[in-house]
């Protein structure tokens, strides 16, 4: 890189800087922190820890700053979801749509959440993780089992995705970089 074009990418960086704050709720086991560690490092484990409580974590793609707050799942988290969603950019759902066992309790939770008056308007991106395992559901499936459709005080984006396979994730990051400001 020439002198000049490096210090043009310097001011650009500073100028035109972009960052996106994004919380990740979900039922637990449903891919949140394998999400955020694909998106993070590129690392894929089958392994990963339980999240207590939340993790934060910033990650730069480009000239964008997305600052994740990766939220926990299990029950007597999940009234924490609120406040973590509070002023955020979008609200990540991941659900694990190789699991229809769970899409009831996913809706439950996701129509509660969006019901609180605070988070009104806030974009909303569903990721349905898991689909490289067989038998998973489709995007038009989980439309009508989350009832997607009736969510009409926000814009709604919804995803067939793998966090193992990486499928998906360059349209995903696209959707992410695009709400950043
Ligand atoms: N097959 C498959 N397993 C996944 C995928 N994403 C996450 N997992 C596994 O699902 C389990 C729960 O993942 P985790 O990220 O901890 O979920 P969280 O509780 O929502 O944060 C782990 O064993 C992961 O390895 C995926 O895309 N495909
Ligand atoms: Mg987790």
Request: net charge negative.
């Given at each position: 890189m020439s002198f000049f074009s490096s210090v043009l990418a310097w001011f650009s960086s500073i100028f035109f800087a972009k960052a996106a704050e994004l919380a990740v709720v979900g039922l637990q086991a449903s891919g949140k922190t394998s999400f955020v560690n694909v998106i993070g490092s590129g690392q894929w484990s089958e392994d990963v820890v339980p999240t207590v409580a939340f993790n934060y974590r910033k990650v730069r793609k480009g000239a964008v700053t997305l600052k994740i707050w990766d939220v926990a799942g299990q029950p007597k988290f999940r009234s924490m979801w609120e406040r973590y969603c509070h002023g955020m950019d979008a609200i990540i759902f991941v659900v694990?749509?190789?699991?229809?066992?769970k899409f009831d309790t996913a809706r439950f939770e996701l129509h509660q959440l969006l019901g609180q008056p605070g988070l009104a308007g806030v974009p909303l991106l569903v990721l349905g993780n898991k689909n490289d395992i067989s038998d998973h559901a489709s995007v038009k499936d989980l439309i009508r089992d989350l009832e997607l459709d009736k969510i009409q005080d926000r814009p709604v984006s919804c995803y067939s995705c793998s966090m193992k396979s990486r499928h998906n994730l360059d349209i995903v990051l696209r959707w992410l970089t695009d709400c950043s400001h």
């Open positions: 694990d749509s190789a699991d229809p066992d």
